[in-house]
């Protein structure tokens, strides 16, 4: 079972709708949650993080956190097209800086 | 110069060369990750100085040997590369306590796209 689950997509979503992506992750020990964009050819960018379960919102970006489950997600408001990109879950157990993991992404396109 | 920075942003290079890629970040951190990104694969991590702690994972060839002079300085010292290195090296700086989880956010530099020949 992979640490740190993720749909590879591509997820397509008309313009204007709402994108959700999801992610699931195995260590019941993990506290912070992270979500990054990947442009092509491009670095990560960090788009939220959470720690507490239930929802964050900024801006047109809502990541939400469920323990109990072992999911979070993140759910991309009036979506445009240059939300389109790669998005990476990422998933931090409290006990360690080396135990941060990522999953392969998803790939996300807005059609206009 | 603010944030996270790599060079050089494009490395070509042969399995008998020695290279080094360079890391600097500007934020105040105190942790810095070197990760390792092929295509359609998740971010590897690689290695981590974290409070001037090494800590290494352990499937990394010798080949790659990071150096971290001081907090805000990260190298990755390349020697006898496989064609299969070739990559996206990206590295990331982070502000880590062990008080708990509201500081690790971790931001990343432009990559080095590497190619090994």
């Known amino acids: 079972q992979k640490e740190v689950e993720q749909n590879s997509g591509p997820l397509s979503v008309p313009e204007g709708a709402i994108a959700s992506l999801n992610c699931t992750y195995s260590?019941?020990?993990?506290?912070?949650f992270f979500w990054y964009r990947q442009y092509s050819g491009k670095s990560p960018e960090l788009i939220m993080f959470?720690?507490?379960?239930g929802d964050k919102e900024d801006g047109r970006f809502t990541a939400q956190l469920n323990k109990a489950s072992q999911y979070v997600s993140l759910l991309i408001r009036d979506s445009q097209p240059s939300d389109s990109a790669t998005y990476l879950c990422?998933?931090?157990?409290?006990?360690?800086?080396?135990?941060?993991?990522f999953g392969s992404g998803t790939r996300l396109s807005i059609r206009p | 110069e603010t944030g996270v920075t790599q060079t050089p942003r494009h490395l070509v290079m042969g399995m008998t060369n020695k290279k080094s890629l360079k890391c600097e970040q500007h934020?105040?951190?105190?942790?810095m990750y070197w990760y390792k990104q092929s295509a359609k694969k998740p971010l590897e991590l690689m290695f981590v100085?974290?409070?001037?702690?090494?800590?290494e994972n352990n499937s990394v060839p010798s080949r790659f040997s990071p150096e971290c002079p001081n907090s805000s300085h990260l190298f990755l010292h390349l020697h006898t590369l496989q064609p299969e290195d070739s990559a996206l090296y990206l590295c990331?700086?982070?502000?880590?306590?062990?008080?708990?989880?509201?500081?690790?956010?971790?931001?990343f530099g432009p990559g080095t796209r590497l190619t090994v020949l």
């Open positions: 990422a998933v931090n157990a409290y006990s360690s800086a080396s135990k941060i993991i």
């Open positions: 934020l105040g951190h105190n942790a």
């Open positions: 260590d019941r020990g993990s506290q912070s």
């Open positions: 959470i720690y507490s379960n």
């Open positions: 990331a700086s982070s502000r880590w306590t062990s008080g708990g989880p509201s500081t690790d956010t971790q931001y």
């Open positions: 100085y974290s409070l001037e702690e090494r800590v």
